[in-house]
């Protein structure tokens, strides 16, 4: 069955998303609010998967958490959420902060893309943030199969040196990601890094701030190829 039989429902939960759940100010508003979260943002599907793994010691990956389970890592003893669906006036982020605030855990919010090449300022914010995130803590994004995966690779690489082959391994369908849909950008963007830095090996981050042009990329990953290393600046 063609997945374009589907595509009548993108604009209407388009609609839906705008139309509720930004403000859970009042009873009425938080189960208005809890209803978007359940339906728009795909949350009941989350109360029986969370996607969660220990990537590192003390460094955890998941899907979007609800206010039940930021209370059970808690108690397991995670101290920070890393979102990496950035800052929004919707319902997943209004009852996150909202927990995140009464249970004590300290929240960082960095805002990454699924389907689109990352911007480098964001990747370089990112790397900064693992320099200093309080363990353990849990970074997550809406399904924990995608931004989760790229920034848990990125995590191995930048703060265990992993080889770039066992940081990959973040992005695979263990975590439902799929390489061959649109969030196979994220695929291309490690699959560079492996290839520029396997003769003449570099740092993720002197990569990135050297190397990584979003532009050229995006360039590259429309044509089907891999940037020439001779493409890329020295």
């Not at 963007?189 to 003769?199: I, N, T």
Request: hydrophobic content about 40%.
């Amino acid at each position: 069955m063609s997945l374009k039989l589907f595509a009548w429902w993108k604009p209407v939960e388009a609609h839906f998303d705008n139309a509720f759940g930004k403000d859970i100010s009042t009873r009425a508003a938080r189960r208005r609010a809890n209803l978007h979260l359940l339906i728009i943002d795909h949350g009941i599907f989350r109360t029986f998967w969370s996607n969660l793994d220990e990537i590192a010691p003390g460094v955890w990956r998941s899907n979007q958490p609800s206010q039940r389970r930021l209370k059970r890592y808690r108690a397991m003893g995670i101290k920070t959420i890393l979102n990496l669906r950035g800052v929004t006036d919707r319902s997943p982020y209004l009852f996150e902060e909202e927990a995140c605030r009464d249970l004590g855990l300290h929240i960082i919010n960095k805002k990454l893309s699924a389907r689109k090449l990352p911007r480098k300022t964001r990747l370089l914010e990112l790397l900064d943030a693992f320099d200093t995130i309080e363990k353990p803590f849990l970074m997550h994004c809406k399904s924990g199969a995608d931004r989760a995966g790229l920034a848990s690779a990125l995590y191995l690489l930048h703060i265990d040196e992993v080889p770039v082959e066992q940081a990959q391994r973040q992005l695979s369908l263990r975590y439902i990601h799929i390489r061959a849909s649109k969030t196979g950008v994220l695929d291309f963007f490690l699959d560079a890094y492996a290839s520029d830095v396997a003769s003449k090996p570099m740092p993720i981050r002197r990569w990135i701030e050297k190397r990584y042009n979003r532009r050229r990329f995006q360039k590259a990953y429309r044509s089907g190829k891999l940037p020439a290393s001779r493409q890329l600046p020295g």
